[in-house]
């Protein structure tokens, strides 16, 4: 379980995952040894994961990002799974999110251009043996959100 002290470590981290172990202590108002055991320890138990960069797209040439929507076939465990596997290994594909509802999957796609993105749903998905049908949805703008602030307190 995490404590106010671990909440503000992820908090501060979520704001400058780069801050050096010192300026991490004197943010959350600890000791920097203390700062080192609570990193340790929510790697440990999986509540860190990573760090991670940020990383403008459209500065690489990409100008079109879509959201893939996805029904399979069928939802047959052994399907599901490996559709699950391939699709991450695509080029372009940002993140594969598994869904409950109408569709079974959502990816997130980039792509230099709109033949690049047609190209992508012809190659990988429009012939795949368990796709039975998809829905492609331009980004026009991406905001990320501060929802773990609200989940931190």
Known sequence: MIDDTDRAVIRA?????????????????????????????????????????????EALGVTVQALISIRLVSIVREDVDRFRREAPTWPGVLALFHMGGVDDF???????????????????????????HTE???IFDHVAGRGLERLLD
């Open 13 to 57: 981290l979520s704001a400058n995952a780069r801050m050096s172990g010192a300026a991490l202590a004197a943010a959350v108002g600890v000791a920097e040894s203390t700062v080192s055991l609570r990193l340790k320890r929510l790697h440990v138990a999986g509540v860190v994961r990573g760090y991670h960069v940020d990383v403008d797209i």
């Open 106 to 132: 959502l990816l997130h796609v980039a792509a230099r251009n709109a033949s690049d993105l047609r190209d992508f749903v012809l190659e990988h998905l429009a012939g795949h043996p368990a796709v039975a």
């Open 136 to 138: 492609t949805n331009l």
